[in-house]
């Protein structure tokens, strides 16, 4: 399954000129209020009419101005998921996801209402009323009830925006379950937060001022120095993988990443199965020589790849670590001080309670 669009549409005072292709998986819009990620999910969910463009999915086009092309918002199969749930208050939990059973197309694939609530973890919730639920809760009844709609894709508009801290830590684990289970739904997903961005999507599109800045898989673009301005100088990081090894008795957990071992606090996945993590830049510090005496046993060995200037006194340091890219910020006066340059061998030092629970992700 797949998305395909190129769309352009003037509002008065701000002009949308987009042209991106979405695969498998969860397709991330990223950008700041204003850049134009709802303006895109609108327009492919059929609520905005572009003044110009094309839309298709899986080939079936859903828009074409040229050919006077527009295929209403209910017959295009998308289901939605919105910053707020938008339940009905009236019905049960229940009531709530078999109504959007009722939207699903005779003889279509897809998820029975069995299956939802056990991939969203409902069983316990199925006869409560909404205004009893906190707000993770209502977003995974929301994604059932989209689910259950056998959508060709899915689109998610803001979905944790609302969300604090913990619910927001309560419903990733779902979302990630979605992403790797076997119903493989395509999603367009439309967030504002890296943290989300990093631990969920596959592909990364970068939206500034209406426009595509950058697109590409995600352990790509977040680890592309270019990417930095983009994402924010504190929240920008590159992506990587890494096996579980082992769980000490003191909370600390041994990691395998394809540049050494590393040891981690806060790690919640099994011994054996596969984790994302993403490490900040501003928590990668760099030294010639391998250190020694030093509170930190991540040290590893990487070789500079590209160097990024910013437009203040830092820059951003590409990085790579065995099969994988680091990111590092340092000023620019450390890079003429160390001689910093293309194809330099080094030691990356990365402190392991710079990772956050929140970023390690399946």
Wanted: one cysteine or more; proline letters at 6%; glycine letters at 12%.
């Amino acid at each position: 399954m797949s998305l395909s669009l190129s769309l352009a549409h003037r509002f008065a005072d701000f002009e949308l000129d987009i042209t991106l292709d979405a695969g498998p998986g969860i397709t991330a819009l990223f950008g700041r209020s204003g850049a134009g990620k709802t303006t895109v999910i609108n327009a492919v969910g059929g609520i905005l009419r572009p003044d110009t463009g094309k839309i298709t999915i899986d080939g079936k086009v859903l828009v074409d101005t040229h050919k006077g092309i527009f295929i209403p918002p209910h017959k295009r199969r998308l289901g939605t998921v919105f910053q707020d749930a938008r339940l009905f208050p009236h019905l049960s939990v229940a009531q709530n996801l078999v109504f959007g059973a009722r939207y699903a197309p005779g003889g279509s694939d897809g998820p029975a209402l069995a299956d939802v609530v056990t991939l969203l973890g409902l069983e316990d919730l199925l006869d409560r009323a909404p205004a009893t639920l906190s707000g993770g809760q209502k977003q995974r009844v929301a994604l059932g009830r989209a689910l259950l709609s056998h959508p060709r894709m899915l689109l998610m508009d803001e979905p944790l925006a609302s969300l604090d801290g913990p619910r927001k830590q309560e419903i990733l684990p779902f979302l990630e379950r979605l992403r790797d289970g076997p119903l493989g739904l395509p999603i367009l997903y439309v967030s504002h937060a890296v943290d989300e961005i990093a631990r969920l999507a596959d592909t990364l599109v970068l939206i500034q001022n209406g426009r595509v800045q950058a697109q590409g898989p995600l352990f790509d673009v977040m680890s592309d120095p270019a990417a930095v301005p983009l994402l924010g100088v504190r929240e920008a990081g590159a992506v990587i993988e890494a096996d579980v090894l082992a769980h000490g008795a003191d909370g600390i957990s041994t990691l395998r990443i394809s540049a050494g071992e590393i040891e981690l606090p806060g790690v919640q996945a099994q011994v054996g199965s596969r984790v994302r993590l993403r490490v900040l830049a501003q928590d990668v510090i760099l030294s010639l020589n391998r250190p020694e005496g030093l509170s930190s046993v991540n040290v590893l060995p990487v070789e500079i790849e590209d160097i990024h200037p910013g437009d203040g006194p830092g820059a951003a340091i590409a990085l790579r670590a065995g099969s994988d890219r680091l990111l590092s910020r340092v000023t620019a006066r450390a890079v003429a001080e160390l001689g910093l340059a293309t194809g330099l061998k080094c030691y990356a030092i990365l402190k392991a309670t710079t990772v956050a629970p929140g970023s390690i992700g399946r």
